[in-house]
C-alpha cells in the first residue's frame, strides 16, 4: 500500500508542483489549501506525512501542526513545514510544536524529494 | 581821652581777640575734661544753650532790623523752631537715634546713608548746603565788619562806607573772615574722628550764647529802663511818633508771607547743618532732648523780648532814618555814650557770629571732606590712598582747607552781593536752601518706599528752583546779572520771570520761590520713589532707618562680618584715617569694655571689625569705610549689602529655578514625547522587520515556482510537450509576477520616501480610464466576467500624473476580477462627480470586504486572506500603491459595499478645471 502524503499549500503552483515531485516519488498525494480543510481530510483520511505551509488562510501551519501533534492517533504523522519565512525564530517555533522538518522556500526539489522519503523510510 | 581809648580799633581788636581767645580757652578745657572722661557738656542745659548757635549776628543785628520796617515780621523765624521743638519733639528723638545708631557725622551723611550709601545724594546734599550756607557766613561777615566799622566811629555814629569799594586786604570782613577761619581750624580739625563729641566746642557755644543773650539783654534792658521809664512809656513814646506807629497799625505790613517763613524755620532748625551738627550730632545723651524741647525755645522768646523795643527805641532815636536800623542793637549806646555797653554789645555780636561761623565751618567741612571729596579720591585712587601711610594728615589737611575754602566764598559773596541787601534777606536765602533737604531727610525717616532716585530728582528740582527763583535774582539786583532778567523774564519770556514763574505773581519773592521749590522737590521726591526701583541696599538702610525703635538694640549692627580680618591690620587701617595714638586708645577702650586681651588674639571678631569700621565711618564717611575695611578684610567681609545682594540674587535664584521647573516641566513633556517617538520607532522597526519578512515571502513565492518547474523540467527529460508547455507557461506568469512584485516595491518605498518623480499634469480622466482597461483586458480573457463602464460625458479635469492615474485604475480593475463572482463575475466602473469632486468607482459582485479590514486592506501585504483558489494572486501591494497615489493627488480612497452585494473600490480626487457643461447646441451639433 503507498503512502500518502498530505500537501497543504494555497499557492496553486507550488501545489502543482509539489504533486507532481510526491506523485513521481510514488506517494499517493491529497491536496489542501486552507488549515481547516487540512485537519478535515486528516479526519477522513490521515496521511503519513503532511508538507505543511505556513501562511495559510483560515488557520495557519503551526496550529495546524498543533492540532495535529495533540492528536495521539497521529502521534505517526511526518510534518514537514514548509514556509517562505526564513526567519531563525520561525524555524524554531516550528521545530518546538513537533514538526519533523523545517523547509525554507525556494527549495530544492531533490532536497525535499530526500527528505519525505528519509522521514517515511523505505517502502513497506 | 580815656573814653576815646576804650573803643579805639586796636583796643577792639584786643578785646574781641582776648574774648575768642576765652572761647577758645573753654573749649580746649572742656576737650580736656572730655579725655578725662568728665565731660562738662554733659546736661540738658549746655545741650540747650548749644543749640542757640541758631541766634546768629541775624538775630543780634537783623531782627532789629526787620522789626524796625516790618514790625512783628522778625518773629516767625523763630515761632517755627519753637513749634518743631514743641510739637515735633519725637521727630527730633527719631533723627539722633538714627545718627547715633549708624554714626552720621552730618546732614550729607544722613541723606546718602537713608538713600543705599549713595555717594551722589552725599555729594549733592554737600554741595547745596555749602551754595546754601554761603550766604549766611556772608551775612556773619557783614555783621561783623560792619559793627565793627560803626564801633571805630565812635564817638560819632556813621554808616562805614560800601565794603566793595576798599581794597580786600584792607577790608575788615575779609580779617574777620581769615581770623574766624583760624579759630573754626583750632576748634574743629584738632583731632579727626568728627562723630565723636566736639566737646570743647559744644562748651565753649553754650557760654557764647549766654554771652549773647545778655549783651543783647543788656542793650535792651538799657533801651526800655534806661532811656525810657520800662516799656508803656517807650510804646507811649512810640505811638506819639506816626512813623513809629505805622509799623504797628499799617496793614501794609500784613502777616501773608509768615507761613512761608514759618516753614521755611520749622525746616531750617532740622536742616541747617549747624543745628544738625549741635543738636544731633553733639548729642551726648538722648534724654537731654526731653529739656531742650522747652529750654531752647525759652531762650527764643526771652532773647526776642526786647527785639522790638530797640527797633522802636532806635527809630526814636534816630528819626531821619541816616542809621542803618540793622545796626541799632550798637548804634543806640553809642549815641548816649555808653561805651562799654557799646563794646559789650558788639562782642555780643561778634559772639553771635563767631558761634555760628565756627558750628558751620565745622559742619560744612566734615561734608565736603566725607562726603565730597574722600568719596571722588577713593574712587579715582583708592588704592593708592589706602597704600599711603597715614593718612589722618591728609584728612587734617582737607578739613582745614574745606574751612579756610568755606569761609573765603562766604566772603566773596558779602563782596558781590551782601553791600545791597539785609542781613534777613541773606539769611532767608540760606534757610530756603537748606529746607530742601526736609523732604528727603523727613521723608527718608517715615517713608520707606522712598528711593535715592526720589531723593536725587527731589534734591535737583527744588535746588535749581531755589536757584532760579532767588539766588540768581539777587545776583541781578546786585548787578551781576541784567536787571532785565528779573523784570521782563530771559529773553523776555514773561512766563519765566524768577518773581512771577508760570505767571504765579502776587506773592513775595520768597514765598514764590519757596513754593516753587517745594513743589518741584517734593513732587520730583514722591514721583521718582512711586516710580522707580529701590536698590537691596536702599531697602534695608530705609528699614533700618524708618524702623529705629526696633532696631535699637542693633546699634552698628548693620554689619554681618564672615571671617576676620586681623587685628593688626585693622590696627594699621585705623592709625592710617585716625593716627596711631587715637587707634591705639580706641582699640585698647574697646579691649576693656570687651573684656579681651588683644594682645594675645589675632583674629579680630565681628563686633571688632564693626567698630573699627564705625570709628572709621566717622573720620571718612560711612561709603569709604565700608570700602576701607573691605579692603583690609581681603574679600572676606559679608556687609549687609552684600546680604541683601546675596538675598537678590537668592530671590533670582529662585525665579530661576521657577524658570528651570517650567524647563524640567517642557523637558519632561519633551521626553515624554521623545519616549512616543520612541515607542513609534520600535514600533516602525518591528513594522520594518515584519515588512522585509514579508516582502522576504512575497518574493520566494513566485521564486519557489519558478525553481521548482525549473529543476523539474531539468531533471525529467522525458515529460510530454503538453506537460513541458503548462511548467514552462507557469515559469514565465511567475516570473512576470516577480518582476511587478518588485517594481510595485520599489514604487511604493519610493512614494512614502517622497523620493517619487510625479508628472503632475492637467489630465483628463477619461484617457487614464480608457489606457486602464486597454492595459486589464487580458485579465478578463478567457474569464466570465462582464465589465461596464458608465462614466458621464462630461468628466471634470484632474491635477494629476497620467500614468500613475491608470496605475490605480488597473490596481482596482484587477481587484475586482479577482475578487467577483466565479461564475457570473461582474464588474462595473463608475466615473463621474461626486460633491464637486472628481468619482470613480470600481464594483464588483465578490464576497465584498467585512467591515474590519476596511481600513487594513489599504496597508502593504494586507490582502484578504478569503481563499482565492483557482485565481491568480496579487502582490498585496496594489491598493497600498492606490492609496499612496491617490492621496498625493490630494484625494482620498476607500472601499465599501456595493449595491446588491460585493465591494465597491472608490476614490475622489480635486477637480482642476470645472466641467464645461456644453450648450445644448454644441450637444446635438455632437449628435449630429
Known sequence: MSRTVLVVEDEANIVDSLSFLMKQAGFEVLIARDGDTAIRMMQSRPADLVILDIMLPRRDGYEVCREIRSNPDWASVRIIMLTARGRESDRRKGLQLGADAYVTKPFSTRDIVTRVQELLGPAP | ?928
Open chain 2, 1 to 928: 581821652m580815656a573814653r576815646l581809648a576804650v573803643l579805639a580799633s586796636w583796643s577792639i581788636l584786643a578785646v574781641s581777640l582776648a574774648y575768642l581767645c576765652l572761647l577758645f580757652a573753654i573749649a580746649y578745657y572742656g576737650d580736656k575734661r572730655a579725655d578725662a572722661g568728665r565731660s562738662i557738656i554733659a546736661n540738658p542745659y549746655i545741650y540747650a544753650l548749644s543749640m542757640a548757635v541758631y541766634c546768629t549776628s541775624w538775630t543780634f543785628y537783623g531782627s532789629v532790623g526787620r522789626a524796625a520796617s516790618g514790625g512783628m515780621d522778625f518773629l516767625p523765624i523763630y515761632l517755627g523752631p519753637t513749634l518743631t521743638f514743641v510739637l515735633w519733639g519725637f521727630l527730633l528723638r527719631k533723627l539722633i537715634r538714627i545718627c547715633k545708631a549708624h554714626r552720621i557725622t552730618s546732614i550729607a551723611d544722613f541723606i546718602s546713608s537713608r538713600y543705599g550709601k549713595s555717594a551722589l545724594l552725599g555729594g549733592m546734599v554737600t554741595l547745596i548746603a555749602v551754595l546754601g550756607i554761603t550766604p549766611y557766613i556772608a551775612l556773619q561777615l557783614k555783621a561783623v565788619s560792619i559793627s565793627f566799622n560803626v564801633l571805630v566811629q565812635y564817638p560819632d555814629v556813621v554808616m562805614p562806607p560800601i565794603s566793595s569799594k576798599v581794597p580786600v586786604l584792607k577790608d575788615t570782613a575779609f580779617l574777620v573772615a581769615l581770623i574766624m577761619a583760624v579759630f573754626a581750624i583750632l576748634f574743629g580739625t584738632r583731632n579727626i574722628d568728627a562723630s565723636e563729641h566736639h566737646e570743647g566746642m559744644v562748651a565753649a557755644i553754650a557760654f557764647e550764647s549766654i554771652v549773647k543773650l545778655i549783651a543783647f539783654l543788656a542793650v535792651g534792658v538799657y533801651v526800655v529802663f534806661g532811656l525810657y521809664d520800662g516799656f508803656g512809656d517807650l510804646f507811649a513814646a512810640a505811638a506819639r511818633t506816626p512813623r513809629v506807629s505805622a509799623l504797628f497799625t499799617s496793614s501794609d505790613t500784613g502777616y501773608g508771607s509768615w507761613p512761608t517763613l514759618i516753614l521755611l524755620s520749622m525746616a531750617a532748625i532740622i536742616c541747617l547743618p549747624r543745628q544738625f551738627q549741635v543738636t544731633v550730632v553733639e548729642n551726648v545723651n538722648e534724654d537731654h532732648l526731653k529739656k531742650a524741647v522747652w529750654l531752647f525755645p525759652l531762650y527764643l522768646l526771652i532773647i526776642n523780648i526786647f527785639v522790638l523795643p530797640i527797633a522802636v527805641g532806635g527809630l526814636l532815636h534816630f528819626p531821619d532814618g541816616a542809621v542803618d536800623a540793622d545796626t541799632f542793637v550798637l548804634t543806640v549806646p553809642m549815641a548816649e555814650r555808653m561805651e562799654g555797653l557799646a563794646l559789650f554789645a558788639f562782642i555780643g555780636g561778634l559772639s553771635a557770629a563767631t558761634g555760628m561761623v565756627i558750628v558751620a565751618a565745622i559742619a560744612l567741612s566734615t561734608m565736603i571732606c566725607n562726603d565730597l571729596v574722600m568719596p571722588v579720591l577713593l574712587r579715582l585712587n583708592w588704592r593708592g590712598l589706602a597704600e599711603r601711610g597715614d593718612v589722618s594728615g591728609l584728612l587734617l589737611s582737607l578739613r582745614r582747607g574745606s574751612i579756610v575754602m568755606v569761609l573765603l566764598l562766604g566772603y566773596a559773596y558779602f563782596r558781590f552781593i551782601g553791600e545791597s541787601v539785609s542781613l534777613v534777606t541773606i539769611g532767608l536765602v540760606s534757610f530756603a536752601a537748606v529746607a530742601q533737604f526736609a523732604p528727603a531727610m523727613i521723608g527718608g525717616m517715615y517713608w520707606k518706599g522712598a528711593t535715592r532716585g526720589g531723593a536725587i530728582l527731589g534734591l535737583s528740582l527744588g535746588f535749581a528752583m531755589w536757584l532760579y527763583t532767588l539766588l540768581l535774582p539777587l545776583f541781578a539786583r546786585s548787578g551781576w546779572l541784567p536787571l532785565g532778567f528779573v523784570e521782563a523774564g530771559p529773553f523776555g519770556i514773561e512766563l519765566l520771570r524768577p518773581y512771577a514763574l508760570f505767571g504765579l505773581d502776587g506773592m513775595d519773592s520768597l514765598s514764590h520761590a519757596m513754593f516753587w521749590s517745594l513743589a518741584a522737590n517734593i513732587g520730583g521726591y514722591v514721583l521718582g520713589s512711586l516710580f522707580g526701583r529701590p536698590g537691596a541696599m536702599e531697602r534695608i538702610q530705609a528699614a533700618l532707618f524708618v524702623d529705629i525703635s526696633s532696631h535699637a538694640g542693633a546699634f552698628g549692627g548693620t554689619s554681618f562680618w564672615r571671617g576676620s580680618a586681623t587685628i593688626t591690620d585693622l590696627k594699621t587701617l585705623l592709625a592710617r584715617f585716625i593716627g596711631a595714638r587715637e587707634a591705639g586708645r580706641a582699640l585698647d577702650g574697646y579691649a576693656r569694655t570687651h573684656d579681651l586681651n588683644l594682645g594675645r588674639l589675632r583674629e579680630a571678631d565681628a563686633a571688632l571689625v564693626s567698630f573699627v569700621e564705625r570709628l572709621l565711618a566717622g573720620a571718612i564717611g560711612a561709603a569709604s569705610a565700608r570700602v576701607m575695611v573691605a579692603s583690609v578684610a581681603k574679600g572676606e567681609v559679608v556687609g549687609i549689602e552684600e546680604v541683601m545682594k546675596i538675598l537678590d540674587e537668592t530671590s533670582q535664584v529662585i525665579e530661576y529655578s521657577h524658570r528651570l521647573e517650567q524647563k524640567s516641566q517642557e523637558l519632561e513633556n519633551t521626553t515624554q514625547e521623545l519616549r512616543a517617538a520612541n515607542e513609534r520607532l520600535k514600533e516602525l522597526d518591528v513594522m520594518k522587520d515584519d515588512f522585509i519578512s514579508t516582502v522576504s515571502h512575497e518574493l520566494r513565492t513566485p521564486l519557489t515556482s519558478i525553481r521548482s518547474f525549473s529543476e523539474i523540467l531539468s531533471d525529467n527529460p522525458a515529460l510530454s510537450i503538453a506537460e513541458r508547455e503548462r511548467f514552462l507557461t507557469i515559469i514565465v506568469k511567475e516570473t512576470e509576477r516577480l518582476t511587478r512584485l518588485i517594481n510595485e516595491i520599489l514604487d511604493l518605498a519610493k512614494m512614502e520616501a517622497g523620493r517619487m518623480d510625479w508628472h503632475m499634469t492637467d489630465t483628463d480622466p477619461r484617457v487614464a480610464i480608457d489606457e486602464a482597461l486597454a492595459a486589464t483586458s487580458s485579465l478578463l480573457a478567457g474569464r466570465r466576467i462582464a465589465l461596464t463602464l458608465e462614466a458621464d460625458p462630461w468628466l471634470p479635469h484632474v491635477h494629476a500624473d497620467r500614468d500613475r492615474l491608470m496605475q490605480v485604475i488597473v490596481n482596482l480593475i484587477a481587484n475586482a476580477v479577482k475578487f467577483c463572482h466565479g461564475e457570473h463575475g461582474e464588474v462595473s466602473i463608475l466615473a463621474g462627480q461626486l460633491d464637486g469632486r472628481f468619482y470613480l468607482g470600481v464594483l464588483d459582485n465578490g464576497p465584498g470586504v467585512p467591515l474590519n479590514d476596511r481600513q487594513i486592506i489599504f496597508e502593504k501585504f494586507q490582502e484578504s486572506r478569503e481563499p482565492t483558489a483557482g485565481r491568480p494572486r496579487g502582490t498585496g501591494l496594489g491598493l497600498a500603491i492606490s492609496r499612496q497615489i491617490v492621496e498625493h493627488f490630494g484625494g482620498r480612497i476607500w472601499v465599501e459595499d456595493a449595491p446588491g452585494r460585493g465591494a465597491a473600490f472608490c476614490f475622489t480626487l480635486p477637480v482642476s478645471r470645472p466641467v464645461a457643461v456644453p450648450a445644448p447646441g454644441k450637444e446635438s451639433q455632437e449628435a449630429l
